[in-house]
């Protein structure tokens, strides 16, 4: 038997970011391995040095992770005692540890390393213009989200 000539995953978007995205993903716990790090709590982090203070509900809209999964990056990255929380009336604000700032240079030359690798692969231009391209699609369809009276908060 003949393999189609036309595969619709081929047309997919959803099959398509998806697939890229697990394989972007290997590329970025490779980096990050050293670390004893996931690429996600080393996002977490580079926002919280940025911000120190930062409360979870700004960290769940950057992110765009739902509350729940923001929760349980914290947790996790308190008992490696790399955040620390602080309570400011009702709030809860996240800060950086002496632990997590000590690892600031390592994280930010990971991320740099994983950039590295993925430009080499796809081509500098290519990669830039790839992840603008997708930030502008994300954008579009959070807005459509966020305006469906029918559909809750995803963020």
Same mark, same amino acid.
Do not use: W
């Given at each position: 038997?003949?393999?189609?000539?036309?595969?619709?995953?081929?047309?997919?978007?959803?099959?398509?970011?998806?697939?890229?995205?697990?394989?972007?993903?290997?590329?970025?716990?490779?980096?990050?391995?050293?670390?004893?790090?996931?690429?996600?709590?080393?996002?977490?982090?580079?926002?919280?040095?940025?911000?120190?203070?930062?409360?979870?509900?700004?960290? #769940?809209?950057? !992110?765009?992770? $739902?509350?729940?999964?923001?929760?349980?990056?914290?947790? +996790?990255? =308190?008992?490696? &005692? /790399?955040?620390?929380?602080?309570?400011?009336?009702?709030?809860?604000?996240?800060?950086?540890?002496?632990?997590?700032?000590?690892?600031?240079?390592?994280?930010?030359?990971?991320?740099?390393?994983?950039?590295?690798?993925? #430009?080499?692969? !796809?081509?500098? $231009?290519?990669?830039?213009?790839?992840?603008?391209?997708? +930030?502008? =699609?994300?954008? &579009? /369809?959070?807005?459509?989200?966020?305006?469906?009276?029918?559909?809750?908060?995803?963020?």
């Amino acid at each position: 038997m003949d393999a189609p000539r036309h595969n619709f995953l081929e047309t997919c978007l959803f099959f398509n970011t998806n697939a890229f995205s697990r394989q972007l993903l290997k590329l970025a716990e490779a980096e990050f391995k050293p670390l004893k790090l996931s690429p996600a709590h080393a996002s977490l982090l580079l926002l919280v040095f940025e911000t120190p203070g930062v409360g979870p509900k700004e960290l #769940s809209r950057l !992110l765009c992770l $739902t509350p729940s999964t923001i929760t349980r990056f914290i947790d +996790s990255l =308190a008992k490696k &005692k /790399l955040v620390a929380r602080k309570s400011k009336g009702k709030s809860v604000l996240i800060f950086p540890t002496k632990k997590s700032l000590d690892m600031q240079a390592a994280i930010a030359m990971a991320y740099k390393k994983l950039y590295l690798r993925y #430009s080499q692969i !796809l081509g500098a $231009t290519s990669a830039m213009d790839l992840s603008h391209r997708i +930030s502008k =699609a994300n954008g &579009k /369809l959070m807005e459509n989200f966020n305006n469906r009276e029918d559909n809750e908060t995803l963020f």
